[in-house]
């Protein structure tokens, strides 16, 4: 539906409203090795993005000739970055937020939700919700965002399906509503019944990578007896009656407030179940949606464009040694050459070379539209959280920072690295590469890491020595858990000494506990019940964080 004040007599609007539309947008949320990368190559086929299996993972090869600090990437087989993919899908317009593989690396996943419409959380068949998928359900949750669920490996024996949707209900209470259901697993997966269809599509084992043929018919036709054996079909009919007399409803009002996730089984690996995913995904997620700014909720369908930075990556191309800001369109017509405000700093900036970024490639973009993502070179300019903007001022609410787990002093042992060592610590804390804290006491001036993963850190020193010529020593803290102070330091001062707990300031100068173990936070929780501490950092706008 496009919103009333579109009419025909604006036709510009009328082209806005069309174009937002046609767009969706999800990002794929999973443990490593659940399959995400075989999912993501076969949408792009669907999507005619791609030509051939194998693709994503050559375009990573690729990846990892032509970037330099991603040396690392090469030596430990693992992938950091994370891009965005763009392709056309029937009359859809779909935007993949692709997010790095790496579990060191979810605070980029992170970032990259606060950017997505939708969310697909893919399950590992035999495997069912695993630890970094549960974390960031946790941040869907947060922003309400709809869920659909892709249970993948089903040529592969699995666990009862049945369990894996009671898991999901009485772990994440998430209400799960199966689309279609399985026939068989492993050796005797024989292909899924469509609920709302009764239409069986038959699963057949293709070669390795190719695309399966997807033979389709009634529930009730004879001749699928001869193709599929009676009691397996019986069981799985059986099973999708109780799931009827359980009585939930597909209410797609349920689904866009992340109440509800429907529920695909398949086989990314065989191709086997994509593309009805696919269909229905399209037909159920929702749209670009407003988002809320200092000013309220901004309509995506409107006259002045606007978005935010939600990612910031250095060096996707060495040979320019560039950085590039990841903006996410949220209202209006994005154009080449547009002239705009930056809301933090009041500047207008002219965005001459926009580009939009398909794996490693990039092309320069003419225009786009809301739920779209352009990058724009960022010499410096751009912080995360950042809010561009055309006409009356906009300011996104900003990306919360989430609570870190491992902390370690940064040491530059050599003094006439200086300059460089600053360059560097506030550029990658610009970046969102890694948090930087302070000790309360200022004698002691080196920044203290905080990542939510030892690569991470890794990473940084990594970077450090590569692109700011300067060699670093790092001393862990031996503390695991941070809770900022939720009152700031008159709050603190209240509670009077904390035993067992380290405080320490962040970037805003706001008071951070660090904690051995939640042990310790529970024993400060029980003896002062009333004193607010969050898991997650408080939102920052319109303040310039302190530099080393
Ligand atoms: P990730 O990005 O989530 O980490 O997972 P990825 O797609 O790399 O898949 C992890 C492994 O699981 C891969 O095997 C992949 O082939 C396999 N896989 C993915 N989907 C399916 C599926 O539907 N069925 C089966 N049986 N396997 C699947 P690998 O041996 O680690 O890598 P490769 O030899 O395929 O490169």
């Keep these: 539906m496009t919103s009333p004040s579109v009419s025909a007599e604006n036709p510009e609007l009328q082209a806005l409203a069309e174009a937002v539309d046609r767009r969706r947008n999800f990002a794929i949320i999973s443990h490593p090795d659940a399959g995400k990368t075989t999912l993501t190559e076969k949408l792009l086929l669907y999507g005619g993005a791609i030509q051939q299996a194998g693709a994503v993972k050559a375009r990573g090869e690729q990846r990892k000739v032509t970037s330099d600090w991603m040396e690392l990437e090469k030596q430990r087989g693992i992938s950091i970055t994370s891009t965005v993919l763009q392709f056309d899908y029937g009359t859809n317009t779909i935007n993949l937020l692709d997010t790095p593989g790496h579990q060191d690396f979810s ?97 057949s084992r293709a ?21 599929v054996e009676s009691d397996l079909l019986e069981l799985a009919l059986e099973e999708l009656d109780l799931l009827e007399a359980a009585g939930a409803e597909l209410d797609l009002e349920m689904v866009h407030a992340g109440e509800l996730t429907p529920v695909f089984f398949g086989s990314a690996m065989t191709n086997f179940g994509v593309r009805p995913f696919l269909d229905a995904f399209l037909e159920l997620a929702q749209k670009p949606m407003p988002r809320t700014s200092s000013a309220g909720e901004i309509e995506t369908i409107r006259p002045g464009f606007s978005g935010f930075v939600f990612k910031l990556q250095a060096n996707m191309d060495p040979r320019h040694r560039d950085r590039v ?12 050459d547009m002239a705009v405000q930056h809301a933090r700093t009041g500047k207008t900036i002219r965005l001459s070379r926009p580009q939009k970024l398909f794996g490693q490639d990039r092309e320069v973009v003419e225009d786009a539209y809301p739920g779209d993502v352009i990058g724009l070179n960022n010499p410096g300019m751009f912080a995360i959280g950042d809010t561009l903007y055309l006409g009356s001022k906009v300011e996104y609410e900003g990306i919360p920072c989430f609570s870190p787990e491992i902390f370690s002093w940064l040491r530059n042992p050599n003094p006439s690295a200086f300059k460089n060592f600053r360059k560097g610590v506030n550029e990658l804390r610009e970046e969102g590469a890694v948090q930087i804290l302070y000790d309360t006491d200022e004698s002691k001036r080196d920044p203290i890491l905080a990542a939510v993963g030892q690569l991470q850190l890794e990473v940084v020193q990594h970077r450090l020595e ?17 809770r900022w102070v939720t009152g700031g330091w008159q709050e603190l001062e209240k509670v009077g000494r904390i035993f067992n707990c380290k405080t320490v300031r962040d970037a ?41």
């Design 107 to 203: 605070e980029d996943t992170y970032r990259t939700l606060a950017a997505a419409d939708n969310a697909v959380m893919l399950e590992d068949a035999a495997k069912g919700l695993e630890p970094q998928t549960r974390k960031l359900f946790e941040v869907c949750r947060m922003r309400q965002i709809p869920i659909f669920t892709f249970i993948n490996k089903m040529d592969r024996p699995g666990r009862d399906p049945l369990s894996l949707l009671d898991e999901i209900e009485s772990e994440l209470g998430l209400t799960p509503w199966a689309v279609n259901w399985p026939i068989g697993s492993g050796e005797q997966f024989r292909g899924v019944i469509d609920r709302r269809t009764r239409r069986v599509i038959l699963f």
């Design 207 to 227: 070669e390795r990578g190719r695309q399966a043929e997807e033979l389709e018919m009634d529930a009730d036709d004879p001749r699928l007896l001869e193709m």
């Design 325 to 336: 800001a990841f903006v996410r369109v949220c209202s209006g017509k994005f154009e080449k």
């Design 466 to 482: 590569n692109e700011y010529g300067v060699a670093t020593r790092l001393e862990p803290l031996g503390y695991q858990v941070a």
């Design 508 to 548: 805003w100068n706001r008071p951070v506990l660090l904690f051995k173990n939640e042990w310790n936070l529970n024993q400060l929780r029980e003896e002062h019940p009333d004193f607010a501490l969050s898991a997650v950092a408080p939102v920052v706008s319109g303040v310039e964080p302190i530099s080393l």
